[in-house]
């Protein structure tokens, strides 16, 4: 009885179409994964913007429809600190995923004392706080952090906020746009947009102010200017 030879492995040919094959799916699937986190990331940051946007409008309800309002500087997260710990409780709703100068450490450590503001380290968004529930349902109250730099203005008309798909700079302005930022408005609805253009309607009806460019009227019956003017600690 003749017995058949086994086959002891592979060709060195076929080892490399294996190697060759697996390279290829790698280099498929690797950018498909990385945009599945990001878009992730993206959505839980929506519900936090969603959240604060509910604890905007619950302090208005209770504070004659104004939403939080301070003079004591820096004005925007010391009125946005406003919110926690009475109507936003959980400090990670003012972390980012995608935003890679909060850490987990440093959002825990939000102090529950009235006047505080929040720093730039704990808190990953901005903040309008020139406005009321009477305003036009379209007005942007909050949305991802602006910039990381040491301004109160945001960057330029041509910026977007550096959340998803860019990067933060720690201390410097070296920002690195990213595609779009989640906004809040004053109806409480959240929207994905890709440009900074998002603010209040011109008298045109199609025109809309840069949230993160400070135009002083010009556009909206009020400007609208979301500001992250945290310290940097």
Known sequence: MRISKFNKGFTLIELLVVIAIIGILAGILL???SRARESARKTQCASNV???GMGLIMY???NAEAFPVSTTAPVAMTSLKLLH???VSDPRTFNCPSDTSVTATTNAGLSATTG???DKDECSYGYDRLHTQADDADVALAADRPTNVATTTGPTAATNSPNHGGTVAAVTGTDVAGRGQNVVYVDGHVEFVISPLAGWYAADGTTRDDIFNDNSGALGTNDTTII???VTE
Do not use: S
């Open 50 to 52: 969603k959240q604060i």
């Open 60 to 62: 208005a309800n209770e």
């Open 228 to 230: 992250q003017d945290g």
């Open 85 to 87: 710990p009475d109507y």
């Open 116 to 118: 505080d503001a929040f």
């Open 31 to 33: 950018p498909v994964l």
